[in-house]
């Protein structure tokens, strides 16, 4: 059974990591719920959107059943997230729910090495290490929770979202 998870790593240089840390995180406002735990920037361009299309077409090659979906589909949202020390959106939760019932994809950017990452229900754990991208699904199979920095270290990642088209594709 495929458990339709793609980790890619080295696919943004440390420079580049640094460099959007610096350019979003003086726009970061608090997320409106204390429990999800850190402060963020709803990106409406990007620069490096060439580079994860290329990261989605390398999973629509790995897990070809994706395109067989009904409706079309196409990356909608990007978020840069701060996760002060100590902090982290650590109840166990997916990405598909009422409130967001269109998304079938995540992607994650890790923008900081850490000691810690995306720890999965089954207890699989993506490792946060800068310039990583990690694409799973957003339903139920694949809940999971944030881990926090045991070296009380601040975290930087950005998170994004595939989804039946509704609105507009992310520029």
Same mark, same amino acid.
């Given at each position: 059974m495929k458990n339709f998870v793609m980790i890619e790593e080295n696919v943004f240089t440390d420079l580049e990591c640094l460099g959007l840390i610096e350019l979003y995180k003086r726009q970061c406002t608090k997320a409106d719920k204390d429990y999800?735990? *850190?402060n963020y920037f709803d990106i409406t361009s990007f620069n490096f959107i060439d580079r994860l299309n290329t990261m989605i077409d390398k999973y629509k090659t790995k897990f070809k059943e994706i395109d067989l979906t009904a409706s !079309?589909? #196409?990356?909608? #949202?990007?978020?840069?997230?701060?996760f002060e020390p100590e902090k982290s959106f650590n109840s166990w939760h997916s990405e598909h729910s009422l409130t967001y019932p269109y998304r079938i994809l995540n992607i994650q950017i890790y923008l900081t090495t850490h000691n810690c990452g995306t720890e999965f229900y089954d207890s699989t754990v993506i490792k946060s290490k800068q310039g990583t991208?990690? +694409?799973?699904?957003?339903y139920f199979t694949h809940?999971?929770?944030?881990q926090v920095c045991p070296n009380k270290k601040d975290r930087y990642l950005i998170t994004g *979202? +595939? =989804?039946?088209? =509704? !609105?507009?594709?992310?520029?």
């Open positions: 999800l735990g *850190y !079309k589909w #196409s990356m909608t #949202s990007l978020r840069f997230k701060h991208v990690a +694409l799973f699904p957003a809940t999971h929770r944030g *979202y +595939l =989804q039946f088209d =509704q !609105k507009g594709n992310l520029e």
